[in-house]
């Protein structure tokens, strides 16, 4: 699925923690921007989504690049902020159509227990375990995210749908689709460490 960037320009999304309201559109009005919507603030997956991705924000910063962080509700999100888990803008959206517009599906409560054994998902839970990030059942916690990636002007250069509460756009990545893949570093720009790990099960969704 690819998205119509005009279906959500006029989408509105909330600042946090200032509370001001503004469009989509004006994330990618003056500059390129990567937008990553998360599932669930209290979510230790999203979280640690959110710390690997803040290692690559020096540069997007110098490059002119954007990073914000997009949630469903404001729901733990003051919490999410003081810890500084996410080195970029937050906000959330006004209305879930947001993410229905997106494709970001939704779970349900069979379908969100059995995603957590998945390989994926076992990896990135010890990962964050390691990482001490904690996590809670605060909010929407069967709502899945994902995340675009837009050059100034409103292309869409990469829309991305997670198919599981794991499932995350690499840093990598993220650099290749705006030309910055030869800055990127393997051993210190993350997703490079959720294999061969002792795994726990027992999280937060």
């Known amino acids: 699925m ?17 509370g001001e309201v503004q469009e ?10 990567a937008i990553i919507f998360f599932r669930r603030w209290g979510c230790m997956l999203c979280r640690l989504w959110a710390k690997e991705i803040s290692e690559i924000a020096p540069i997007l910063k110098k490059h002119n690049i954007r990073l914000i962080g997009v949630g469903v509700e404001s729901a733990n999100s003051k919490e999410f902020l003081e810890n500084k888990y996410f080195d970029g803008e937050l906000y959330h959206v006004e209305d879930i159509s947001t993410y229905q517009t997106l494709g970001f599906k939704r779970f349900n409560v069979i379908s969100i227990i059995t995603s957590l054994f998945w390989k994926q998902s076992r990896e990135a839970i010890a990962k964050g375990k390691g990482m001490g990030l904690g996590g809670d059942f605060k909010g929407d916690w069967v ?11 409103g292309k869409v250069l990469r829309h991305f749908i997670q198919t599981g509460p794991a ?25 490079k460490d959720r294999e061969n790990l002792t795994c726990n099960t027992e999280v937060k969704p």
């Open 2 to 18: 690819s998205v119509e960037i005009n279906s959500i320009k006029s989408h509105k999304v909330r600042s946090i923690p200032s």
């Open 24 to 33: 989509l559109a004006s994330f990618w009005q003056d500059q390129d921007v």
């Open 143 to 153: 709502q899945t995210g994902g995340a675009l990636l837009v050059e100034r002007g």
């Open 167 to 191: 499932d995350h756009l690499t840093n990598q990545e993220i650099l290749k689709h705006f030309n910055l893949e030869k800055e990127y570093n393997e051993e210190t720009m993350a997703n």
